[in-house]
């Protein structure tokens, strides 16, 4: 259950030192990608870091990391027992994000970090993340509509929640292709609660490094918050790029645009494209990506699709699905810790498809077998086009069934 709100979170954590200077990102589109840069940026330049971004992906604790590295199974489980210990002698009554973010924050004072770099779970200003006490710099990324029921029905209402990680002083990094009117809501925000708001922009020379470094558009966007958000929180107006940029450049952000193998579980040898993409900005980005990068080969694309339950589905599916492609319909399984998140129908995310203009016999409803989609659909692409896509709990369950698959075959 979703409980917004920071009076639990508060108690959680009031024993709980925050020594650390915090990057707090929120927005729709990126925030994870943003995270991951700042944790590589920080790592190569000896910065003792931490991270913590939801959801997980194959393991509950590989939410949080230590200079770039999921925390060790047994040191998370020693302080979330110690945080569950703390919610229930006190009476407290936490949602278990909050308990993960005190979990977060447990490990961080224990693992003596530097700088943590924080995602926000949803929103901003109720988020339970938005206890932080040491902001150096606050970072929005791309708006979108999302979570109405809890944020507003507007992009402009959105923002002003999101703007809730401000705080006075601070400087805030916004992403510049946010629209006008986001701009407007946030700066009138900073000018409210007293700080000042720095429009992402890259810079020529960082440009021009990393021009050779094949770049989506949205990427870029995300990067170059992410270093405006470093030169802020390092306070270092020209950090050295031979140091930070390789880091960058080598950085795989699992569920974004990976081009990875499911031959273990299909015998498919071709790259497959896995991306959590799960509104509709972010299916924009990954169906321009899938326009120019995979069609160019083949004018059918074979889709696997799974959403959570409440998911306008028909604006996700507009950028991606093109009458001829191939789709398979599946649904993810019980998300650990998170029991509140839901599959959307494999059924009625199938009848959207029929409405794109796919062909009955080019479709599949797969229901809750995700191993038995992936088979179908590496015998239905035939060595085209395969993109995984729609949620990132669907990401984690076909994460974990390729590792289980191959340990199996060690």
């Known amino acids: 259950m979703i409980e917004l709100g920071l009076m639990r979170i508060a108690r959680l954590v009031q024993h709980t030192p925050q020594t650390w200077k915090a990057i707090h990102v929120a ?16 790592q190569a330049s000896g910065v003792r870091s931490g991270r913590f971004t939801s959801p997980h992906l194959i393991d509950r604790w590989d939410c949080i990391t230590i200079n770039d ?31 993960l973010t005190a979990t977060a924050f447990e490990i961080f004072a224990r693992e003596k970090i530097e700088m943590g770099v924080i995602e926000v779970g949803l929103g901003g200003r109720l988020d339970a993340t938005n206890i932080l006490e040491n902001k150096a710099v606050t970072v929005i990324s791309k708006m979108g509509i999302d979570h ?58 960082v440009a021009k490094e990393i021009s050779e470094a094949n770049f989506e558009p949205h990427q870029l966007d995300n990067l170059a918050c992410a270093y405006n958000a470093f030169q802020i ?34 015998g498919r040898q071709e790259l497959t494209t896995l991306d959590g993409a799960h509104n509709a900005q972010s299916a924009a980005a990954l169906g321009a990506f899938v326009d120019r990068k995979l069609r160019s080969k083949s004018s059918r694309v074979t889709w696997v699709l799974a959403a959570s339950a409440g998911k ?44 794109a203009g796919v062909e009955t016999s080019q479709q599949h409803d797969a229901g809750s077998d995700v191993s038995g989609a992936l088979r179908w659909a590496a015998d239905t692409a035939a060595g085209g086009p395969l993109v995984i896509a729609g949620s990132l709990y669907l990401v984690s369950d076909v994460l974990r069934l390729l590792r289980s698959a191959e340990s199996e075959s060690k």
């Open 27 to 42: 927005g729709t589109n990126g925030k994870g990608t943003i995270c991951a840069y700042l944790s590589a940026m920080l």
């Open 69 to 99: 590295k999921a925390v060790q199974e047994s040191v998370f489980l020693e302080a979330e027992r110690l945080v569950n210990n703390r919610n229930k002698d006190e009476g407290i009554g936490a949602s278990e994000f909050e308990l």
């Open 148 to 205: 109405q029921s809890f944020l507003g029905n507007t992009l402009e209402e959105i923002a002003l929640q999101k703007a809730g990680i401000m705080r006075p002083g601070v400087p805030c990094v916004l992403d510049s292709t946010n629209p006008p009117s986001v701009r407007e809501v946030v700066e009138k925000h900073a000018r409210d609660i007293g700080t000042k708001v720095a429009l992402s922009a890259m810079g020529s020379e």
């Open 233 to 266: 929180a390092t306070r270092n107006p020209n950090p050295p790029l031979d140091q930070i940029l390789p880091a960058v450049r080598k950085l795989q952000w699992p569920g974004r645009l990976q081009q990875i193998g499911i031959g273990a579980i299909t």
């Open 312 to 355: 306008e589905l028909d604006n996700i599916l507009k950028p991606l699905v093109q009458p001829g492609d191939n789709v398979v319909t599946t649904e993810f399984g019980a998300v650990d810790g998170m029991p509140w998140v839901q599959p959307m129908s494999s059924k009625d995310i199938l009848s959207s498809i029929s409405s």
